[in-house]
Nanobody, 114 residues
Framework: QVKLVESGGGLVQAGGSLALSCAAS????????MGWHRQAPGEQRELVAT???????NYADSVKGRFTISRDNAKNTVNLQMKSLKPEDTAVYYC????????WGQGTRVTVSS
C-alpha cells in the first residue's frame, strides 16, 4: 500500500511563492508517475502537474510558467514550487502517485489572498 504525506501549503498573498512537498512510502521503487492535483471549493479535482520517473513533466495550462514540479527518486519525494500565485490557485492540493492504480495524499490547503 502506497502512502503519500504532503507538507507545505498555507496562506500567501497574491504574487507570492509557496512550496509543497510529498513523501511517498510503501514501494521500494516508485516507478510510476507522481504529481499534484487540486480541488477548489465547489469545483472538481483537476490536474496541476505530474512528472514521470524519468523526469518528464506535464503541466496544466493554468500553471505553466509559474509552477515547477520536481522529483527525487532516491528519496521518493515530489515537490511543487509555486510562484506568482493568484487567488484562483486557492485549493486543497493533493499529492498523487499512479502505477497499477491511483493513490492520493490527504491534501494540503493553499490559500492565496488578493
Amino acid at each position: 500500500q502506497v502512502k503519500l504525506v504532503e507538507s507545505g501549503g498555507g496562506l500567501v498573498q497574491a504574487g507570492g511563492s509557496l512550496a509543497l512537498s510529498c513523501a511517498a512510502s510503501g514501494r521500494s521503487f516508485m516507478i510510476g508517475t507522481m504529481g499534484w492535483h487540486r480541488q477548489a471549493p465547489g469545483e472538481q479535482r483537476e490536474l496541476v502537474a505530474t512528472i514521470t520517473r524519468g523526469g518528464i513533466p506535464n503541466y496544466a495550462d493554468s500553471v505553466k510558467g509559474r509552477f515547477t514540479i520536481s522529483r527525487d527518486n532516491a528519496k521518493n519525494t515530489v515537490n511543487l514550487q509555486m510562484k506568482s500565485l493568484k487567488p484562483e490557485d486557492t485549493a486543497v492540493y493533493y499529492c498523487y502517485y499512479s502505477d497499477s492504480r491511483n493513490y492520493w495524499g490527504q491534501g494540503t490547503r493553499v490559500t492565496v489572498s488578493s
